[in-house]
T-cell receptor
């Protein structure tokens, strides 16, 4: 089963709110990713966690705060967002970000975020 | 740095016909991995097919096949017997081989929107 789940499906928040996005996988993968995607554009990588440690931060503003409580779970905490942060947020996982072979990223269905 | 180019923003195909989506990439690496992902309006990115650069044989998954031309740095996707459910945005993606400084970053093309006409 190549399933990555994300909650919530939709989220509307004000600029002063604090909210969190959740991502879960039960494939035994040890790498997890957050992407931001604007309409009709490719996903943009935000963060990579490898073995529960942050390995890549693509210069993302501090109003986005990732957290990896365990190997199956990935959160993205949101605070003081701007309207331009409205987008689809995708989570992905792969077997091992530092391994070899055809390590493939599997994506979740995404959370559609609207910032008012 | 590696780049991926999809030169067709939109394509259309008649149901049951065959369509080919283009993808070219630029790299100085000899070993790498290429992927095609599909993103329907339902928005989930779904892996369609993957290809290892060291393999000369073109990958095939049911109605989906690729034409991998390593020297030309081309990786096109052929969809045979197109179905209404194939309508989606298709992204071509490149990944470098893993090493201590690489964490599996995918480099995406800009995408091609495929319309399937009944």
């Amino acid at each position: 089963d190549t399933e990555v789940t994300q909650t919530p499906k939709h989220l509307v928040m004000g600029m002063t709110n604090k909210k969190s996005l959740k991502c879960e996988q039960h494939m035994g993968h040890r790498a997890m990713y957050w992407y931001k995607q604007k309409a009709k554009k490719p996903p943009e990588l935000m963060f990579v966690y490898s073995y529960e440690k942050l390995s890549i931060n693509e210069s993302v503003p501090s109003r986005f705060s990732p957290e990896c409580p365990n190997s199956s779970l990935l959160n993205l905490h949101l605070h003081a967002l701007q309207p331009e942060d409205s987008a689809l947020y995708l989570c992905a996982s792969s077997q091992d970000a530092s391994g070899g072979g055809t390590d493939t990223q599997y994506f979740g269905p995404g959370t559609r975020l609207t910032v008012l | 740095a590696q780049t991926v180019t999809q030169s067709q923003p939109e394509m259309s195909v008649q149901e049951a016909e065959t369509v080919t989506l283009s993808c070219t990439y630029d790299t100085s690496e000899s070993d790498y991995y290429l992927f095609w992902y599909k993103q329907p309006p339902s928005r989930q990115m779904i892996l369609v097919i993957r290809q290892e650069a060291y393999k000369q044989q073109n990958a095939t998954e049911n109605r989906f096949s690729v034409n991998f031309q390593k020297a030309a740095k081309s990786f096109s996707l052929k969809i045979s017997d197109s179905q209404l459910g194939d309508a989606a945005m298709y992204f071509c993606a490149y990944r470098s081989p893993m090493d201590s400084s690489n964490t599996g970053k995918l480099i995406f093309g800009q995408g091609t929107t495929l319309q399937v006409k009944p």
